[in-house]
């Protein structure tokens, strides 16, 4: 009965030493479409308003972003001051922007394009979102230099706790 444990242990740590621990990893930079990398919100609460960030990330073999345009559903509602949306790089520089708010339709206008491989947060303060239901979900689409298209890149989804 020992031996059969010792065999058993001794085999489980070869496994765990021997299989790679990168064997599903995905190289998110070598992507050519703009996409949502993820999303926060602050405080978790529904109580008062609230701060969402989305974090939009241009992989390096994409082409510049001109434009991005976030909407959202009915039961969301945000403050029509364009101040309350901010845009930076990851590393926190400020990226100037023309915010326009248009009801459930935040256009984001980029004085000048974003350059592949740079990630950006953007911060929507001033968020009040319904009691009951589910979290507020948001469609995120870009124009790209070159492209007269306006481009899904993604949706951001919020589930808030009690």
């Known amino acids: 009965m020992k031996k ?3 065999y058993v ?8 030493l021997l299989i790679p621990t ?3 990893s995905a190289n998110e930079e070598d992507g050519n479409v703009p996409h949502v990398d993820g999303n926060s919100q602050f405080p978790q609460t529904r109580w008062m308003p609230v ?4 974090r939009v990330h241009v992989p390096r073999n994409s082409k510049s972003v ?3 345009k976030i909407e959202v559903q009915n039961t969301i509602r945000w ?3 364009t101040n309350d949306v901010v845009i930076n790089e990851d590393n926190g520089r400020k990226i100037n922007t023309n915010v326009s708010v248009n009801g459930k339709t935040i256009l984001l206008a980029f004085a000048e394009p974003i350059v592949p491989n740079t990630k950006l947060k953007i911060d929507i303060k001033n968020v009040k979102q319904p009691f009951l239901g589910n979290g507020p979900v948001y469609r995120l689409s870009a ?5 007269n298209a306006e ?3 993604g949706v951001a989804r919020f589930r808030v706790n009690f």
């Not at 242990?9 to 765990?16: G, Q, R, V, Y």
């Not at 701060?51 to 989305?54: A, E, F, G, I, S």
């Open 4 to 6: 059969v444990l010792v």
């Open 9 to 16: 242990a001794i085999s489980t740590l070869a496994a765990a």
């Open 22 to 24: 990168n064997y599903a």
């Open 51 to 54: 701060r969402h960030t989305l």
């Open 66 to 68: 001109s434009q991005l």
């Open 79 to 81: 403050s029509d001051n």
């Open 143 to 147: 124009n790209l230099v070159g492209i």
């Open 151 to 153: 481009i899904p890149i």
